[in-house]
């Protein structure tokens, strides 16, 4: 009897729940309209492709990926080290490439990029794709400031030259207050007389052997130099606020010809890559006098090196910041 009670009491109980709720069993969630798209919406293709620059391939088997919308995704380090460039990952996200400093910077999901120290609007936000990060062909275009474009049946990543000598203010004078966006105001003088420039080259050797880090912070902080913060570092002692980088620091002062060079000039240098146009300006010291460049880019840090055939290969300009 006890049984029977039981059995009806769960029937009952089953019958109710049938009505409420459309059934014993549990009804299956629908999914709402954003579970939907999540669910259909189609993964990136992924292809290879020849990477050229100068209409010269660079790079074969380079990686792309294609996304729903038909945007073309191309990897950071591989454009990086087809310019002559190296990546540096420097964690939360954030990428840097260049050879002794930062020349371009980007921050995955971040619209906000740099060229040198200038702030670059990327029309796409940056994404990873296998733990490297892409760009589209339209971004990258912003961030590095030439031309890079697609060719579908080809599968070709296409991109113009960087010359560097084009760059504003190298072929002429120009303070930071005319450089363009993001130099306002950073100069307190381009026309410094009191500086003695035999002091600046003797302060510069007094930072020897400091060590070299590639993108370090300040001095202060950090206890190192990468080849930009140093000149930044030593003209800031004597009352000059350069910009950080040496592709800004390319773009201020007075250039003057290899063979005017004086002590506390700004020399300019760029790594020669596999196509001849390369001209990315790369590195940054000072002359020292006597034929002779303080500089650093590497171990031992801070170093004297002479100008030889092997830097002289890689000059591009000089800027003289004081008079």
Not at 194 to 201: F, G, Q, R, T
Request: net charge neutral; with cysteine.
């Amino acid at each position: 009897m006890e049984q029977k009670i039981k059995r009806r009491a769960a029937l009952a109980l089953c019958v109710t729940v049938f009505v409420v709720g459309g059934g014993c069993a549990q009804k299956p969630s629908v999914p709402n309209e954003r579970q939907q798209s999540v669910r259909t919406e189609q993964q990136p293709s992924a292809s290879s492709a020849r990477m050229l620059i100068a209409d010269k391939t660079v790079s074969s088997n380079v990686k792309v990926y294609k996304d729903a919308g038909g945007m073309v995704w191309i990897p950071l380090e591989e454009t990086a080290e087809a310019m002559g460039l190296h990546i540096h990952n420097q964690g939360n996200k954030s990428f840097a490439i260049g050879n002794t400093d930062p020349a371009y910077t980007v921050n995955v999901n971040q619209a906000q990029a740099l060229a040198g120290d200038k702030t670059v609007n990327l029309p796409q936000l940056p994404r990873v794709y296998q733990d490297k990060p892409y760009l589209t062909v339209q971004s990258m275009s912003a961030l590095i400031g030439t031309r890079v474009n697609w060719n579908e049946p080809q599968s070709q990543i296409m991109i113009s030259p960087v010359d560097d000598r084009s760059l504003p203010g190298t072929n002429g004078a120009i303070g930071l207050h005319h450089a363009g966006e993001g130099f306002a105001g950073q100069l307190r003088s381009l026309s410094v007389t009191s500086v003695d420039k035999d002091e600046l080259i003797r302060y510069a050797k007094t930072f020897l052997g400091v060590p070299y880090d590639f993108g370090t912070g300040s001095y202060e902080d950090t206890k190192k130099f990468d080849c930009s913060s140093f000149v930044r570092h030593v003209y800031d002692h004597f009352g000059i606020d350069l910009p950080r980088t040496s592709r800004s620091q390319a773009q201020v002062g007075q250039t003057v010809d290899e063979d005017d060079l004086e002590p506390g000039d700004l020399m300019f240098f760029y790594t020669p890559g596999r196509y001849e146009s390369n001209r990315i300006v790369g590195h940054v010291g000072m002359y020292a006098g006597d034929g002779q460049i303080i500089q650093t880019y590497g171990r031992p840090g801070v170093t004297i090196s002479e100008f030889d055939d092997y830097w002289r290969k890689r000059f591009l300009h000089a800027k003289r910041i004081v008079d």
